[in-house]
């Protein structure tokens, strides 16, 4: 099906691909997949908080990946946490020294993953601490990006209701992991805080059959949006009461934008790289642009096709609208952070130096 031009506000970077490398690749998706803009999310602590997850370039290089792409591409820092908290004042006046720094050197947001399950059961560091008091504050008067992941899919709380890919990828949780409404309601006291925070939930923030939820995040809330990545059943569920959610993205429509979880994956087999990096996409456009039937992986559905002025919201305006005029990128900044950390103990992946070298044109 031939593209219409989106902003994708939900963009990765995996970790073992070198740097020119991935450039290289989101270069040939982006063309097919009709990306002409978006933001690149870092992610440096991944789904466990061990020491051994954190990737320290990982900042660095989503700053560098916007660089490389220019015009309507944007850069999400996202906090690097320490391994102890027993100091929560010190803590929170890092994260706070953190953000200044990303903001002043060129990143346009933050990206959040302290709502992941797994995350919040190590850390035990609820999203409403005051450990991030001073961060939440920071981000609420200038008024600048977040996106945050929250939970996962109710299923994953229910193993005898989990899908075959959320049991398979892990994310299947006991009794020793915070609950879904437990992070819900973490999040809303922070909204309760923070009223006039710039925040999106990734994934419809699991809301798809919480009509009360989804509500009262984009209606008492107005800062507030939804980013459309799928995630879980989300847009299956949404066709078991479609009435209601075509309505919903209707009186919210300035509020819901495009995203996909985008990665610039290994593209030594052909068949598999475009399977892969069109998978997701291709189910958002199929989704939202037409009224026929489709199959995503193994489950049929039909197309709501909604019509091409509110895609245009939804696939470009809304997305661009919210991060604003892209920050200017500090040179002086990554060659000295590059030269840094060509010394660090964290270089976890082995392209890190050969990344490094390539940032500071060696």
């Not at 999310?41 to 792409?69: G, M, V, W, Y």
């Not at 949780?173 to 992070?183: A, L, V």
Request: glycine share 6%.
């Amino acid at each position: 099906m031939d593209m219409e031009k989106v902003f994708e506000g939900h963009i990765h970077h995996l970790r073992d691909i070198p740097l020119p490398k991935a450039i290289e690749i989101y270069k040939k998706e982006f063309a097919e997949a009709g990306v002409a803009g978006g933001c690149f999310l870092s992610i440096p602590h991944h789904e466990s908080a061990k020491a051994t997850d954190f990737d320290s370039l990982q900042n660095l290089k989503i700053l560098c990946l916007k660089r490389a792409f220019g015009k309507n591409f944007y850069a999400f820092a996202a906090l690097e946490h320490p391994q102890d908290y027993s100091d929560k004042q010190a803590v929170k006046k890092n994260f706070l020294r953190q953000v200044e720094k990303y903001f002043s050197v060129g990143f346009d947001g933050i990206k959040m993953l302290e709502g992941y399950p797994s995350l919040l059961k190590e850390r035990k560091i609820p999203l409403d601490d005051e450990i991030y008091d001073d961060f939440y504050a920071f981000m609420e008067k200038n008024g600048y990006p977040i996106t945050i992941h929250i939970a996962n899919p109710r299923e994953s709380w229910d193993i005898t209701k989990a899908s075959k890919e959320l049991i398979q990828a892990g994310r299947v949780y006991d009794e020793t992991y915070p609950t879904k409404d437990e992070i819900t309601a973490q999040l809303f006291r922070v909204l309760e805080k923070y009223p006039k925070l710039k925040i999106a939930v990734a994934h419809f923030g699991f809301f798809i059959g919480e009509k009360e939820n989804a509500e009262r995040f984009l209606g008492e809330f107005e800062n507030t949006t939804f980013d459309i990545t799928p995630g879980g059943e989300q847009y299956f569920k949404m066709l078991e009461d479609w009435p209601y959610w075509k309505d919903f993205i209707k009186r919210y429509q300035d509020r819901i934008f495009y995203g996909t979880d985008f990665y610039a994956f290994q593209d030594d087999n052909e068949e598999g790289w475009r399977t892969a990096f069109m998978r997701r996409p291709r189910l958002v456009r199929q989704f939202f642009e037409t009224d026929t039937e489709h199959k995503y992986i193994d489950k049929p559905f039909r197309g709501v096709k909604l019509d091409e002025k509110l895609r245009t919201k939804i696939y470009w305006d809304n997305g661009l609208r919210r991060v604003g005029e892209s920050k200017p990128i500090d040179e002086e900044y990554i060659k000295s952070e590059a030269k840094r950390l060509l010394t660090s103990p964290y270089k976890v992946y082995s392209c890190s130096d050969e990344d490094l070298r390539y940032i500071l044109g060696e």
